[in-house]
């Protein structure tokens, strides 16, 4: 798909959060946050013609292989969210992508997301081949307080 002429570097999109999408206590679920700031990335890729349609013409697809969530409170149900998005890099294979949720203006959940291309036909990672100079960077523009770190499973635990 070609550019949108409704692209812009840093794309926002509401969403309505509904009941199926939350815990018995009417807060948004983990996975389905992450979902929503997965299809607001998607949705960003689509505007700006790097969609997994436009991949498919060169056996290519986006995989996301990280993701740093940091939340400060939770959405709940009936809450209008707005999710704010932007390419950190976007180099070779790799790409690394900011998300912001607010409610009410209010940032609740920042998210940093790491992506590779994959071709989809020798399932390897890939120089994405199509255009993308029409992308801002925003590499000092971080959601998150931290980095992305290894998840240390050594730790002493203790059964309960």
């Not at 939350?22 to 998607?42: H, M, R, S, V």
């Not at 998300?99 to 989809?120: H, M, P, Q, R, S």
């Amino acid at each position: 798909m070609p550019i949108s002429q409704d692209f812009t570097s840093i794309f926002s999109k509401d969403w309505e959060i509904n009941f199926t999408q939350c815990l018995p206590n009417g807060f948004l679920k983990y996975t389905d946050l992450c979902n929503i700031l997965q299809l607001t990335a998607a949705a960003h890729s689509e505007l700006g013609g790097i969609s997994f349609s436009d991949m498919q013409e060169f056996n290519q697809a986006w995989v996301l292989s990280r993701m740093r969530v940091e939340i400060n409170e939770l959405p709940k149900w009936k809450d209008v969210v707005t999710v704010k998005t932007w390419i950190n890099t976007l180099e070779n294979s790799r790409s690394v992508r900011a998300l912001e949720l607010y409610v009410n203006d209010k940032k609740i959940v920042g998210c940093e997301t790491f992506w590779a291309v994959f071709n989809t036909k020798i399932r390897r990672p890939q120089a994405l081949a199509l255009p993308f100079a029409h992308f801002e960077l925003y590499p000092e523009q971080k959601a998150t307080e931290k980095p992305f770190s290894k998840i240390n499973i050594n730790n002493e635990t203790e059964m309960v």
